[in-house]
Antibody, heavy 120, light 110 residues
């Protein structure tokens, strides 16, 4: 079965770019079975969908974050990545990667999540 | 794109049934039968409990059921058990290949 694992720095300075990678096992990011997604959750708060990528490179982003977000896929490493630019303290959150079956609106499975803190 | 509205908390005694509402608009919940529900225990990643409005993934108890009326989707948990105590989030397709989550509901088993 598909398994996902996030990795990246746990601390990012304000105004810099947050970069995270999700490593996929049990399936290929190029299989076409899923859209590969990023979702975040600020401490003590709710979930926020960040965006998706399909293996052909097509992306969809949350309109509120679109100007700062880039999601890309690396088929050679079976990974997909998130970049969020010009971060502020409001971007402090647990960041999850997840696979999405778009026809079902089913995010499943999820990675374990990684906490990213924005602080100088 | 605003978050879907859920009650902050719902509680019930073991064995009872509870229902969590998820209110959106005619641009999301009301336009598509594409709502999913997630259970999240503290410190854990969310787990899908319902997708496509009312379908249960393999392995999810049939005590969980989903429905929709107009702009409001609902998750019902019957025969409430201690292990059901968690946060629950709805999620809807919002058009143009975008998705929106609900504000979240804390379920307490009394």
């Amino acid at each position: 079965q598909v398994q996902l694992q996030e990795s990246g720095p746990g601390l990012v300075k304000p105004s810099e770019t947050l970069s995270l990678t999700c490593t996929v096992s049990g399936d290929s990011v190029s299989s076409g079975s899923y859209y590969w997604s990023w979702i975040r959750q600020p401490p003590g708060k709710g979930l926020e969908w960040i965006g998706n990528i399909y293996f052909i490179g097509s992306t969809n982003y949350n309109p509120s974050l679109k100007s700062r977000v880039t999601i890309s896929v690396d088929m050679s490493k079976n990974q997909f990545s998130l970049k969020l630019s010009s971060v502020t303290a409001a971007d402090t959150a647990v960041y999850y990667c997840a696979s999405l079956l778009p026809a079902a609106v089913s995010f499943d499975p999820w990675g374990q999540g990684t906490l990213v803190t924005v602080s100088s | 794109q605003s978050a879907l509205t859920q009650p902050a908390s719902v509680s019930g005694s073991p064995g009872q049934s509870i229902t969590i509402s998820c209110t959106g608009t005619s641009s999301d919940v009301g336009s598509y039968n594409l709502v999913s529900w997630y259970q999240q225990h503290p410190g854990k990643a969310p787990k899908v409990m319902i997708y496509e409005g009312s379908k249960r993934p393999s392995g999810v108890s049939n005590r969980f059921s989903g429905s929709k009326s107009g702009n409001t989707a609902s998750l019902t948990i019957s025969g409430l058990q201690a292990e059901d105590e968690a946060d629950y989030y709805c999620c809807s397709y919002a058009g143009s290949s975008t998705y929106v989550f609900g504000t979240g509901t804390k379920v307490t088993v009394l």
